[in-house]
């Protein structure tokens, strides 16, 4: 795979499975620009990473969940870099709690970002990549969103509709070859992950029939394949990486 030459945006950046994004696509050959909310730091660090690999990579703060900031931070974008051809949608959080206590703030933020900030995202960048006829959006999603999960009504309803929009977009926007896929990632290594109890994953791998706790690696290659030509006609799809969790 050679994306030599692209531009791609990747909102969350600078951590976890969107960092491992921006460094497989980097490794690629694709420019980057790389979104966070928070540390500028963290983001700058895995930015020079990529730098690292031979291509250009600029960093770009904005909160998703905002569609002023991140309609500015798409225009930067493309002035900086001319066009926009990737657009990795992996931004999101969690705020857990059992549906008796779950808050309504505790609701809403989980949808701000990570249905509401895809939204957004993808309204930002409708009309330039329309109009140059070719690119490719990938969000993320969560085998959550497919199943559902106890404590994470929030998340999985957020996930959920990511799918929805996912497949409405990519019927709107095939005809101007533009391909809408979603992944969604079943229990990968992470520091939430970390945190668990050895009880409580070894129940959880209990459920994976490969076994194992995936790796942010296995997104980020699955990722890099949809936005290849070798996926030049898969569109609508939810790629599902999670161990066979899900089966």
């Known amino acids: 795979m050679n994306l030599s030459g692209k531009v791609a945006l990747v909102t969350g950046g600078s951590r976890g499975i969107g960092a491992a994004i921006v460094l497989k696509l980097a490794s690629l050959g694709c420019d980057i620009a790389l979104n966070y909310c928070g540390s500028k730091e963290r983001a700058e660090a895995i930015a020079k990473q990529a730098e690292s690999l031979g291509v250009k990579a600029s960093v770009y703060q904005a909160n998703v969940a905002n569609y002023e900031e991140v309609e500015s931070m798409t225009k930067a974008i493309i002035k900086d870099f001319g066009h926009l051809d990737i657009v990795i949608n992996n931004a999101g959080i969690t705020s857990d709690n059992l549906m008796m206590r779950m808050d309504e703030d505790s609701f809403d933020s989980v949808i701000d970002v990570n249905l509401k900030g895809t939204w957004n995202v993808c309204k930002s960048i409708t009309r330039p990549i329309l109009k140059q006829r070719s690119g490719v959006i990938i969000n993320l999603s969560s085998v959550v969103g497919i199943n559902g999960n106890v404590g994470q009504a929030n998340y999985a309803a957020s996930k959920a509709g990511v799918i929805g929009l996912t497949k409405s977009l990519a019927k709107e926007y095939a005809s101007r070859n533009v391909r809408v896929n979603a992944v969604a990632p079943g229990y990968i290594k992470s520091d939430m992950t970390a945190k668990l109890s050895s009880d409580i994953t070894d129940k959880v791998l209990?459920?994976?029939?490969?076994?194992?706790?995936?790796?942010?690696?296995?997104?980020?290659?699955?990722?890099?394949?949809?936005?290849?030509?070798?996926?030049?006609?898969i569109t609508g799809q939810v790629l599902v990486v999670d161990g066979g969790m899900a089966i």
């Open 206 to 233: 209990e459920n994976i029939p490969l076994g194992s706790l995936g790796e942010v690696e296995d997104i980020a290659n699955a990722v890099a394949f949809l936005v290849s030509d070798q996926a030049r006609y």
